[in-house]
């Protein structure tokens, strides 16, 4: 037997004390609500949604070019043992690899006709130092540590400079964009490019992309390196915050994404300093102020698009007080522009 399908608007389709006061305020079945049966018949249909969602949950985000990449997984407690592991693991390796290949350039040196008492003493004292290698539990720094000091200048001085302006010379970025053959297997005795070479690099790297310049923030010293990202990554950055072009409501000039790409390699109050050098914010809270007159988007549609922007900006540059000011400042001017 087939099932009786209510019609809409049929008291059978709610309990019993609701049916019985329906009926004392004199509702016919089958008519719509209100005084003069004017109203909907068919109930409201209700939409499941999930227990926990906020107001906008399930919503298609607006295609407004400033979507970020969702978030990193935050790494659970064995990513991050295992992770640390690896970095430890890769320390003790390179160190390895440093005192291997001092002590080929040294044997390298005595056979060159370069065997000098010094040569020869600082040879034995690395073959000795191998065994820091054997420990347990061993640390990085911990072979440095164990080499005398005077070892250590006479192989940095005599041994590793000389050999490093000649490979700093012939060095083409494009090719080793890591250092990876000449500077960096050497990092654990000499910490840092040698002060005299600077200007060698400087020149190689300045006009260069990301890839290559920013292994240098680790490369060279940091007094260096704040000299060098004053002089070439600011102004860069400059330059692309001048030509950049806003429009809302759709993103479409990408380069403020390069600028933020770009920012952690400075120094965070240098990147503040010229962005609103360049009016950045007079002219990003102009356009918005414009497209609110112009075009008045819905609420949910402009908050989004000044939400968009913020989540552009690099971590370092939302922990200034500034930045965060000019961004909410944008929020106020849409909230304003809603309740006219």
Request: some cysteine; overall charge positive; glycine content about 6%.
């Amino acid at each position: 037997m087939a099932a009786v399908v209510e019609p809409p608007g049929s008291l059978a389709l709610t309990i019993p004390a609701v049916a019985n006061m329906m009926r004392r305020w004199n509702y016919r079945e089958g008519w719509g609500l209100g005084a003069r049966g004017q109203g909907i018949v068919a109930p409201i249909k209700a939409t499941e949604r999930c227990p926990k969602a906020g107001i906008g949950h399930g919503e298609e985000p607006y295609d407004n070019g400033l979507a970020a990449p969702p978030p990193p997984r935050k790494p659970s407690p064995e990513d991050q043992k295992w992770h640390e592991w690896q970095k430890l693991s890769r320390a003790l390796l390179l160190e390895q690899e440093c005192c291997d290949k001092i002590i080929s350039a040294l044997r390298d040196m005595r056979h060159g006709g370069g065997d000098s008492a010094e040569t020869a003493n600082a040879l034995a004292v690395m073959v000795r130092s191998k065994k820091v290698f054997f420990q347990r539990k061993r640390k990085p720094g911990t072979w440095k540590a164990a080499l005398p000091p005077s070892v250590t200048r006479y192989v940095v001085d005599h041994v590793i400079t000389p050999a490093m302006a000649v490979d700093a010379g012939e060095w083409e970025p494009s090719w080793d964009p890591g250092c990876r053959h000449w500077l960096r297997p050497l990092i654990p005795i000499i910490g840092h490019l040698p002060r005299s070479l600077y200007g060698v690099v400087e020149s190689k790297i300045a006009n260069r992309g990301y890839g290559v310049v920013s292994p240098w923030k680790e490369y060279l010293d940091p007094t260096l390196w704040d000299v060098f990202s004053r002089r070439h990554v600011v102004p860069k950055l400059a330059r692309l915050v001048r030509e950049l072009r806003v429009t809302p409501p759709k993103q479409v000039d990408s380069s403020f994404r390069t600028v933020m790409l770009w920012a952690p390699l400075a120094r965070a109050e240098d990147v503040v300093s010229m962005l609103e050098a360049e009016l950045f914010f007079d002219k990003w809270k102009g356009v918005l102020r414009h497209w609110l007159l112009a075009a008045r988007p819905p609420l949910a549609e402009a908050t989004a698009w000044c939400n968009g922007w913020k989540n552009l900006f690099a971590p370092e540059l939302l922990a200034d007080e500034s930045v965060l000011k000019h961004l909410e400042e944008g929020l106020a001017m849409v909230d304003r522009a809603a309740a006219l």
